[in-house]
Nanobody, 125 residues
Framework: QVQLVESGGGLVQAGDSLRLSCVASGRRFSSNAMAWFRRAPGKEREWVAA????????YYATSVKGRFTISRDNGKNTVFLQMNDMKPEDTAVYYCAVDLVGSGVPGLESKFDYWGQGTQVTVSS
């Protein structure tokens, strides 16, 4: 059974940093692109960032570029999202996802095959 489990969320103040982790079990994803999405209150889930299978290519949404960094450790079957200079508009539930076929972009939900349950991130002003 494949599971993706996110962790690292919490309550922070504007300008602070958080690092999210997503650990996969039940299957190795070292050959697959992975991504982070988020869903803010009252909004649809949006793509945040994606990383290629070997970490050689990284892609970001305009709203987080320059502040967030996606990375991965294939030996640990884990993907990370380092979030710096956080803003109240970053408040959302953050999800990791796996794209078995493509590069993780464009960030269409239908392209992703496995999802985590999400971790809450709240940024106060």
């Amino acid at each position: 059974q494949v599971q993706l489990v996110e962790s690292g969320g919490g309550l922070v103040q504007a300008g602070d940093s958080l690092r999210l982790s997503c650990v996969a079990s039940g299957r190795r994803f070292s050959s697959n692109a992975m991504a982070w999405f988020r869903r803010a209150p009252g909004k649809e889930r949006e793509w945040v960032a994606a990383i290629s299978w070997n970490g050689g290519s990284k892609y970001y949404a305009t709203s987080v570029k320059g502040r967030f960094t996606i990375s991965r450790d294939n030996g640990k079957n884990t993907v990370f999202l380092q979030m710096n200079d956080m803003k109240p508009e970053d408040t959302a539930v953050y999800y990791c996802a796996v794209d078995l076929v493509g590069s993780g972009v464009p960030g269409l939900e239908s392209k992703f095959d496995y999802w985590g349950q999400g971790t809450q991130v709240t940024v106060s002003s």
